[in-house]
């Protein structure tokens, strides 16, 4: 990557520092814990220990009685206000406190309102619950046999702990070309159950004013406004008496797209004393109780010829969706877009099938960032491609590129029915294979090889969908998935402009700021973005899935279109031309065929405040609404290739390079990209060798803190090698493509196949991650590990 020095402030497009960094590297970024009210209270939640029990007896007494306790809340509390149980984002429900059963280790049993944190947590430990322990169902497959205990016996008529069953593709045409191809290679793998892990944990400040009935809510949400409207609909409190205010968050990664019982109980918290709640939970809670991601069960098979070339993918997954459906994606699709498994290959045939099930382990199945399952989908068919090359003894990267999409056959309808708007794949993987010097590096391992060094080489052709709707298709709890956007030019010409949707760290406020300067030229430093606060923005569904410069960048730049003709509108009256007479150049209108006949943006702002007598089409100022209904998603891709080493006596993966090649079509801010890359990059060797989510037989949480759920750091990471190619979204306002995610996609294959291809001369196919040391040194040994 190139060094940024002091870029200038672009026009537009371009490097230029984030303008957010101004307050987050002087201390002054505001996050819901640095909220503080008058009066406030301090929230803290009881959990249960066991993974599966029924709750005999709750005698909240002597909490009650502690002298700095103002409330205890139990789930019969809540039962009297009909908030027991809440909808999850799957069309299941959660129990937001406990009442009958509690369902995985950690679930929110009572909530204690304290003055303040200490005397809260404290409370926690006088409060007696009776449990009669049940047995625990942690294993996905064994949930499902005859005489696994049912979870879910809260719903009625429920005897098993399936939920659904999904599937995509043409099954008989699919069997069919399996049956006829030369070579079927098989593979079951398990894409781990993960967590996003997030530095800033969830929480709320909850303040229920009861004069003016008006609920004001600080919250760790990716989706304020989907927020609002669910507490309105589950609460019954009038919707514009709510107020959700997303203030900075310190990441997201998809773990704050739902709605958590902490949130919940500090609103009724607030309600019950008449004071605000703030409610935090600590690194613990957060990775035991709040949404997880993956824990899909994958058998895979290709078909192919002799040859090398690949006519078939045909997949069947059971997916463990915890103790309640909470999986995050839209209605219409139950495995999220685990449709996409095709990756990026010209098959003949496609089918899949997915089973979900219930486990006693905490909900979820957020898209951790990835747009709703396609980091199991990439995993999925690069592995296959992968465990194929290994069959046929063939180049993994030759392979692929026989395989891969052909530029003319953009746009391209998959054999699953997903449209991919735009790609050069050959030109992108053939850039990160120059990048990588691929050819030297392959001849550099066979020499250490005669020295019996384990060295591996590892790639990924990674393709996303990102940037949810269409509304027509996608809808989450009934709620359709497009974008807001309002530009207000102020008289002086400075804008702000007010999105739905929000940043976790991504740089909003400073590539909206840009898209707005591309389209008006008004300085990005002149403009300010402003988001996270429902009283403030228009509707939207929110940052997840990559969605938000495919959804709200479009949005805005819609917006920013709208206030540019408003614009001509004025400057044709000040000119006194009419408007076919007049051109476009960045920042001005000008009149054709004579240059300095023109007005600036600014002039104009002025001139639409002023007394100047207006045209029909302007009311008096440039401000304009948008809300944008994307056509299709977008569908970034890369190439990946990652270098490791793997120490042949203790089984340890050093991950020496790394180089990717991103193309997200137009890259509004080149810098934001690349960080955006870095960042997922990180995140995809930390699965790749490190991360799980744990549990003993009887359900016991085993990874509870950051002892033991391993985050990357910079030592395990190497300097990333990046390079770019650029292939515009045809139907994208600037032909941008989301990339916030592309490399936690991609990444993860590219780091596993580059570890087994090292260790292929010792007869390894396959091995499961994350491949830390000993998982490493079992599969070298001809004995994988089972997670
Ligand atoms: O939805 P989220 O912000 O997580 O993901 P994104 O839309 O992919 O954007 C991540 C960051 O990269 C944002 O600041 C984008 O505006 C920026 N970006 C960019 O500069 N150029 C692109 N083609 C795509 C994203």
């Not at 499902?144 to 008989?172: C, M, Q, S, Y």
């Not at 095709?342 to 382990?361: I, P, Q, R, W």
């Not at 309808?413 to 691929?438: F, H, I, N, Q």
Request: charged fraction near 20%; charge should be negative; proline fraction near 6%.
């Amino acid at each position: 990557m190139t060094a940024v020095e002091n870029p200038e402030t672009p026009m537009g497009f371009g490097r230029m520092h984030r303008k957010e960094d101004v307050r987050f590297v002087r201390g002054k970024g505001t996050y819901v814990d640095d909220v503080a009210l008058p009066g406030m209270l301090h929230g803290a939640v009881l959990r249960s220990p066991h993974a599966h029990a029924r709750i005999v007896s709750i005698d909240a007494s002597a909490a009650e009685a502690h002298p700095k306790v103002r409330a205890v809340v139990t789930g019969a509390t809540l039962e009297s206000l009909n908030l027991a149980w809440m909808p999850t984002l799957s069309h299941d429900v959660q129990a937001v406190l406990a009442t009958d059963k509690v369902r995985f280790q950690g679930q929110e049993v009572a909530f204690v309102v304290a003055e303040d944190r200490y005397a809260a947590r404290d409370a926690l430990e006088l409060i007696d619950v009776e449990y009669e322990p049940l047995p625990a169902v942690i294993d996905a497959k064994k949930s499902l046999a005859d005489d696994a205990p049912v979870i879910r016996d809260d719903i009625e008529g429920r005897t098993g702990n399936h939920i659904f069953d999904w599937e995509t593709g043409d099954k008989e045409h699919t069997d069919e070309v399996f049956a006829a191809a030369d070579v079927v290679a098989v593979q079951d793998m398990l894409y781990p159950r993960v967590h996003p892990a997030p530095l800033e944990t969830c929480g709320t400040v909850a303040d229920m004013d009861p004069v003016t009935g008006k609920l004001t809510v600080w919250t760790t949400t990716q989706a304020p406004h989907a927020h609002r409207t669910l507490y309105a609909l589950v609460a019954g409190i009038p919707e514009h008496k709510i107020r959700v205010i997303s203030p900075d968050i310190g990441g997201g990664f998809g773990n704050k797209v739902g709605i958590y019982p902490g949130y919940v109980c500090a609103v009724v918290g607030s309600i019950l004393t008449g004071k605000p709640v703030k409610w935090m939970e600590d690194r613990s809670e957060n990775l035991m109780s709040t949404s997880f991601a993956r824990d899909y069960h994958m058998h895979g098979e290709i078909a192919a010829t002799r040859e090398g070339r690949i006519l078939a993918v045909r997949v069947k997954v059971l997916a463990d969706h915890g103790a309640f459906n909470g999986t995050a994606q839209p209605t219409k699709f139950p495995a999220g877009f685990f449709g996409v498994f095709t990756g990026s290959y010209d098959l003949m045939a496609a089918h899949c099938e997915v089973t979900g099930v219930y486990t006693n382990k905490a909900p979820g199945g957020v898209a951790y960032a990835c747009s709703f399952r396609i980091t199991e989908a990439v995993y999925l068919v690069e592995r296959l491609v992968d465990v194929l090359a290994y069959d046929l003894g063939l180049d993994p990267a030759e392979l692929r590129m026989r395989n891969l999409l052909r530029p003319e056959q953009f746009p391209y309808e998959s054999k699953t029915g997903w449209v991919y708007d735009s790609g050069d794949y050959p030109a992108t993987l053939r850039a990160a294979l120059d990048l990588a010097d691929y050819d030297e590096l392959r001849a550099q391992q066979a020499r250490r090889r005669e020295r019996g060094e384990l060295m591996g080489i590892g790639l990924s052709f990674f393709t996303e969908a990102v940037g949810a709707g269409p509304r027509k298709h996608m809808d989450i709890l009934g709620l359709g998935m497009a974008d807001g956007a309002e530009l207000r030019v102020h008289p002086t010409g400075k804008a702000v402009l007010r999105l739905s949707c929000q940043s976790q760290g991504q740089g909003h406020e400073t590539t909206f700021a840009q898209i707005v300067a591309e389209e008006l030229g008004i300085s990005p430093d002149d403009i300010d973005v402003v988001h996270g606060d429902t009283d403030q923005t228009p509707f939207g569904l929110g940052t997840y899935g990559s969605r938000s410069t495919p959804v709200s960048g479009a949005a805005t730049a819609v917006v920013a279109r709208k206030v540019r003709d408003r614009a001509k509108i004025v400057a044709s009256a000040m000119l006194e031309v009419s408007e076919d007479d007049l051109e476009w150049e960045k920042g001005r209108w000008f009149v054709k065929g004579d240059r300095q006949a023109g007005r600036d943006i600014q002039e104009i702002a002025l001139a639409a405040h002023s007394d100047l007598e207006l045209p029909e089409g302007v009311e008096g100022h440039l401000d304009a609404t948008c809300v944008y209904n994307p056509p299709n998603l977008t569908y970034p891709f890369g190439a990946y290739v990652c270098v490791v080493d793997v120490d042949p006596g203790t089984g340890q993966v050093t991950v020496r390079s790394f180089f990717a090649v991103d193309d997200c079509g137009v890259r509004i801010n080149p810098m934001i990209v690349e960080g955006q890359v870095h960042g997922g990059l990180a995140d995809g060797v930390g699965m790749a060798l490190m991360q799980v989510m744990a549990f003993d037989e009887d359900g016991n949480h085993l990874g509870g803190s950051f002892m033991d759920y391993l985050l990357p750091t910079s030592l395990e990471c190497p300097s990333w090698r990046l390079g770019e190619t650029v292939t515009p979204s045809p139907h994208h306002p600037i032909g941008a493509k989301g990339v916030g995610e592309s490399a936690t996609v991609g990444s993860p294959a590219a780091v596993v196949n580059a570890v087994l291809d090292a260790v292929k001369p010792l007869g390894v196919r396959h091995a499961d991650m994350p491949l830390a040391p000993a998982a490493v040194w079992s599969a070298m040994r001809g004995n994988p590990l089972r997670t």
